[in-house]
């Protein structure tokens, strides 16, 4: 009996085993955009995205899905996950051989979308199929055309865009230091008001390449040449210079970093440090609204510049419904959606798309909008931006960094 | 001798009760900030906020159904294998015993990484089933340990009389054995539901984010800026452990010989 | 006796079937660590045991559950030994359970949130006056010594071992005390004579498992611990969930050498208890 039930449960192994696999893919290739949306129309769309942000949930569950099911009959369900692990759930299907996998989109970009398309995660080239895409987007912006480095090849569409900013108490502190000079002197002069997310944060690894970027001759140096340690030799040793002589002067005397930007915004919100940071700069609209952040929040950049990146959606090699990924991408890529997401209301982000190519009416919207006092002018963000570096930095970094500053 | 009630009490008081109770105070009021003399300043807001989420409420389901499968699961092996190990003539048991350990011994998450591709090819990851499965193994072995501990204290003896006097197997279980394993139901009831609520990184990975369990809705929170709302959270992750215990306590009573509230204390 | 056939073995079929699960997936992590898909190889482990990070990390780690573990147990069985008459009772019982209707993760927020900087407790001292600032309150959670950690652990095993020894202690027969004070024992002879016996099988399984527990699980540490020194688990996961995938063997790697520490301190403590147990065999059925 006991033999019995172990030769049936290895029966149903073997069964399982040889019953997957069998694709039925690629079909959506090859069909117009009538057919994408037939297709699509009464489908389920999952799209696997970072959660921890409310504001962003809320405009995906309150605004975005409740339209896609009016306008296309597209249910949408959004599932939180960090990108890192979406991507390791997908490496382990593509081993398996798993061709229906749960994920029709996903929220990506940076290194995340280099090891997805190195590993052959991605569904492939569809951003020429969206209509919206090709009709308000310039669809030659270098920003589009790489990720951190990596050439995007039409296989992720542009979603936002974000730039990095610093976010301070305007009660507490009545100027904010304007370079990274200035920063280090403030930080002298405020020990234990100053920290930064440990290096596998994606923002705190971010503040780091902006210390780099500061540390090197000209930022360029750093965005425009691939990785190599030699190189870049100089600028390293004198950001590792940096932040050591900051360390002592840290909160908690830099023995602990944050694990994450939002443990950083605890530290922030409680008082404890005068200051906090991150990608989208007008992320603090929200937090002021519920109360977490204190009202007189505002933003400032450092010389020399203050990075932005693009984030993408894309469609997993084993989406179950591409037809359904690509109707819900091209309508998040509406400019009504668009619309929605720069409103400070939910998320306050800025759009990827371009103000030229829509109607004079939404145009005029968009120019409408009032992104909140905490968010620097437009004209601010602009003459600050600097582009990301190769996505290899970030991954350099977070070596680095450990052994360099935290290992003693 | 009669210190000792009082003693208790302070140490229960202290360390078992008033924590519980500050979370509740705080998430019935905004963050506080003491120190700038601010006091308490009630308000419901962030159950508001907790409550009205759609997700919160698919999930809490979620993770009440495939707690209890878990529980019952657990309740049959822990049964089944207890009595074994009480029973059955082995040789090395004590090996046995630690075999049955191992799965709690072992990171689980490197069983679950392990199990995933099998799960795939099975048809069971991204399903609740898969996810029930994946659970089984931070529980099972609890389960067994305290089914077998009381087992042992039933001792073999008792165990014998009823077969010599012809019952049979689910009879004796139900008349006999299951009644004096009544502490072992609690206790298994307690730790199967709550390690269950508590598996985060293994439900994530067998249930590919498909399968929504409250840990998958918290976890991105942790670090939320909003300590009353995750107050309120937090005290909704207890609400569960007590309704399944409530419940077990309510079958516990439907079996022979328990004392009913009803009925005459001693 | 002829009943004692094979029959009684079916019962073990339930976990046969379920310890397939976990010995599968402990397989696969094995032969992942050996470079299953790259051909085999000790690298990973000469990698991981050559890198400062993770040697001290496993101190670290070892350190932590180890004190965790000590804590635990001792601080359970005192509870236990001197209020079980108590705790008999639902209302008692139930109460000092109430750490365990938390996950272990939903506890860490607990102790941040009393015990943090800003925390409820700095919070009080400062408005009390006993501290003149929240920033004076000591550093008790995402410290370097693990003490964040080592308390919420403590907190929520302490209701654990009751909950493993409370069965006993309500087992353990009025008379078997009688009879010692009968022949003149003392409380220690209470103690060694009568609850060791019953105790020591329950006491090596609960601090094997706490200790295993706190030393892979990775919720707590995530969510307490610091920089630098870093739990193994934290460890891991970052080498398994990082974005460089070329340290998923490394991951590996260092989950089946902590199991491995496990399974050959659980041999010896069960190795030890079976000779305990066939001693006292041995020496009771006169």
Redesign the interface.
Same mark, same amino acid.
């Given at each position: 009996?006991?033999k019995k039930? +172990?030769l049936m +449960?290895f029966m149903?192994?073997l069964l *399982? %085993?040889c019953?997957?696999g069998g694709s039925q893919e690629e079909a959506w290739k090859d069909m117009s955009w009538e057919a994408v949306e037939e297709e699509a129309d009464g489908t389920e769309v999952?799209l =696997?995205m970072?959660?921890?942000d @409310?504001g962003i949930n809320r405009y995906i &569950?309150e605004w975005a899905a409740p339209r896609l099911k009016e306008a296309h009959n597209i249910t949408l369900e959004r599932?939180?996950? &960090?990108a *890192? @692990?979406?991507?390791?759930?997908l490496?382990? @299907?593509k081993? %398996?051989?798993?061709q229906d996998g749960?994920?029709d989109i996903i929220w990506i970009n940076g290194?995340?979308f280099k090891?997805a398309k190195e590993?052959e995660l991605l569904a492939g080239s569809f951003t020429n199929k969206l209509p919206n895409f090709n009709e308000y987007y310039d669809t030659e912006d270098p920003a589009f055309q790489t990720d951190f480095g990596t050439s995007v090849e039409g296989m992720e569409a542009p979603w936002g865009k974000v730039q990095f900013v610093f976010y301070y108490d305007a009660d507490q502190i009545s100027e904010p230091p304007s370079s990274f000079a200035e920063l280090q002197n403030w930080i002298h002069d405020h020990p234990?008001k100053f920290t930064y997310p440990?290096a596998?944060d994606f923002s705190g690894n971010a503040f780091l390449r902006h210390v780099l970027y500061a540390q090197a001759e000209e930022p360029s140096n750093i965005y425009e040449n691939s990785l190599s340690e030699a190189d870049i030799q100089p600028a390293a040793e004198s950001t590792w210079a940096y932040l050591k002589d900051i360390q002592p002067d840290l909160w908690?005397s830099g /023995?602990? =970093?944050p694990? &994450?930007l939002? @443990?950083l915004?605890? +530290? =922030?919100?409680?008082? /404890?440090v005068w200051m906090t940071m991150g990608y989208n700069e007008s992320r603090a609209e929200s937090?002021i609204e519920?109360?977490?952040?204190p009202e007189s929040t505002r933003s400032f950049v450092l010389e020399p510049g203050s990075i932005g990146n693009t984030h993408f959606l894309s469609i997993p090699f084993n989406s179950s419904n591409p037809p359904g990924a690509l109707a819900a991408i091209n309508f998040l890529l509406s400019p009504e959606a668009q619309l929605a997401k720069f409103k400070p209301d939910y998320w306050g982000e800025n759009t990827p798309i371009s103000f030229d190519q829509l109607p004079e009416d939404m145009k005029q919207e968009f120019e409408a909008v009032d992104r909140g006092e905490s968010v620097l002018s437009t004209e601010r963000l602009e003459e600050s931006f600097l582009p990301e570096s190769e996505a290899a930095y970030? /991954?350099w970094m977070?070596e680095q960094w450990?052994d360099e500053i935290?290992?003693? | 001798m009669n210190q000792r009630p009082r003693l208790f009490l302070v140490i229960t008081l202290l360390f078992f009760l008033l924590p519980v109770l500050i979370l509740a105070a705080q998430s019935f009021s905004a963050p506080w900030r003491f120190p700038s003399g601010s006091g308490l300043d009630w308000e419901l807001g962030s159950y508001e906020q907790l409550l009205q989420s759609p997700m919160l409420w698919k999930a809490t389901f979620t993770s009440i159904w495939i707690g209890f499968i878990v529980l019952m699961l657990n309740v049959v092996i822990g049964v089944f294998t207890g009595k074994a190990l009480t029973t059955v003539p082995l040789k090395g048991r004590p090996w046995v015993e630690a075999l049955l350990l191992s799965p709690i011994l072992i990171p689980v998450l490197a069983i679950a990484m392990g199990l995933h591709i099998f799960m795939i090819r099975a048809g069971l990851a991204d399903t609740v089933l898969g996810v029930i499965i994946i659970h089984l193994v931070p529980t099972v072995p609890y389960s067994i340990k305290i089914f077998h501990n009381s087992y042992q204290q039933i001792g073999r003896a008792m165990l014998e009389q009823p077969h010599i006097l012809g019952s049979g197997f689910f009879r004796q279980l139900f008349t006999i054995e299951l009644p004096l394993l009544k502490p072992a139901l609690r206790s298994v009831t307690f730790l199967t539901i709550v390690i269950s609520l508590s598996q985060y990184a293994i439900t994530a990975i067998i249930g590919g984010g498909r399968v929504l369990t409250l840990p998958l809705v918290f976890f991105p929170f942790l670090e939320s800026a909003d300590a009353s709302v995750m107050s309120a959270f937090s005290l909704w992750f207890a609400v569960i452990p007590v309704v399944m215990y409530t419940l077990v306590e309510a079958v516990i009573l439907l079996l022979p010989y328990s004392r009913l509230p009803w009925r005459n204390k001693r | 006796m002829k009943s004692f056939s094979l029959k009684p073995y079916l019962l073990f079929l339930p976990s046969v079937l379920f310890m397939l699960l976990p010995l599968y997936g402990l397989l696969t992590a094995v032969l992942n660590s050996f470079g299953r898909h790259r051909g085999w190889t000790l690298d990973y482990y000469r990698q991981i045991f050559e890198s400062k990070r993770f040697v001290m990390s496993l101190a670290f780690s070892l350190q932590t559950a180890l004190i965790a573990t000590l804590l635990s147990i001792l601080i359970g069985l005192v509870l236990t030994r001197s209020f079980y008459p108590i705790l008999e009772k639902i209302t008692p019982r139930v109460s000092v359970w109430i750490p365990m209707l938390f996950p272990h993760f939903v506890w860490g927020y607990l102790v941040i949130l009393l015990l943090s900087e800003t925390g409820v407790a700095a919070q009080l001292l400062t408005a009390a006056g006993w501290i003149s600032d929240p920033q004076h309150f000591p550093v008790l959670t995402r410290d370097p010594h693990g003490i964040g950690i080592i308390l919420t652990y403590v907190w929520k095993e302490v209701p654990l071992v009751i909950l493993m020894l409370l069965p006993v202690y309500a087992s353990i027969r009025p008379e078997y005390y009688a009879l010692v004070d009968t022949l003149g024992g003392s409380v220690w002879n209470r103690i060694t004579a009568v609850e060791l016996p019953h105790l020591l099988p329950v006491l090596m399984e609960t601090s094997l498992i706490i200790f295993s527990f706190t030393l892979s699980a990775y919720e707590v540490p995530a969510l307490l611990g610091t920089t630098f020194p870093e739990m193994v688990s934290v460890l891991s996961y970052d080498w398994f969930y990082g974005s460089s995938w070329q340290k998923r063997p490394l991951a590996f790697a260092a989950m089946v050498s902590i199991s491995f520490v496990l399974l050959v301190l659980s041999f010896i403590g069960y190795g030890y208890l079976n000779k305990a147990r066939w001693r006292a065999v041995k020496g009771n059925r006169s």
């Open positions: 009996m006991k039930g +172990l +449960l149903t192994l *399982a %085993a019953s997957s999952r =696997y970072w959660g921890g @409310e &569950d599932v939180p996950m &960090d *890192a @692990e979406i991507l390791q759930k490496q382990t @299907e081993q %398996a051989g798993k749960p994920i290194e995340n090891n590993n234990g440990r596998e908690r /023995e602990h =970093y694990n &994450d939002t @443990e915004d605890r +530290l =922030y919100s409680q008082g /404890e937090l519920d109360g977490v952040f970030v /991954e977070k450990f935290v290992q003693p | - | -």
